[in-house]
């Protein structure tokens, strides 16, 4: 059994679209190989910065995420079993393993789809897209303009044959 703790440069596209790993930067390492019958065993964790944006609000976000990583890198030459995908095989290479793949599953799973700054992130105002957490009670009372002018419109008193005797008679009523 061997431990290794290691700092390695980050891959390109480590990540999802909205949150990612960004390339160069530091991943903390720190793995246990285990030789077992059919090859090594590696588990361990690996932490890393990402950022992307919250996807209500667009402020940056930047987390820390810790991922555990478990995989058998088998001595070249075996034949994947039956129920095995050939590709889903991690080989030794020599006395190297390709940590990268098992790295890049680990970290896109544990990333969240829909990342927020905050977990009660107001977002935007759907109508301006001011920041609704910047201001509390934000809000349009008129709703959209376009609608307020055809509103105006129907609110215009239109002239009527039948207006001027209407109030004629209320007049009436009021004098009795
Ligand atoms: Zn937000
Ligand atoms: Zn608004």
Redesign the pocket.
């Known amino acids: 059994m061997r431990s290794v703790a290691r700092s390695v440069p980050a891959p390109a596209d480590l990540g999802v679209d909205v949150l990612g790993v960004p390339v160069g930067t530091p991943i903390d390492v720190e793995l246990r190989l285990e030789a077992v019958m059919e090859g090594v065993l590696v588990s361990g964790t690996a932490r890393a910065q990402v950022s992307g944006e919250?996807v209500?609000?667009l402020?940056p976000i930047t987390q820390t995420v810790v991922v555990e990583l478990q995989e058998l890198y088998a001595y070249p030459g075996r034949e994947p079993d039956s129920d095995e995908d050939e590709a889903e095989l991690h080989q030794l290479e020599g006395d190297l393993l390709d940590l990268e793949p098992v790295l890049r599953d680990a970290v896109v799973l544990a990333l969240p789809f829909q990342p927020?700054?905050?977990d009660d992130?107001p977002?935007l105002c759907s109508e301006c897209g001011a920041r609704l957490?910047d201001e509390p009670g934000h809000g349009h009372e008129t709703g959209d303009l376009r609608w307020a002018a055809l509103q105006g419109l129907l609110d215009r008193p239109r002239p009527q044959q039948g207006e001027t005797q209407h109030s004629t008679a209320e007049t009436t009523t009021k004098e009795t």
């Open positions: 919250c209500r609000c402020d927020l700054c905050r992130c977002g957490a």
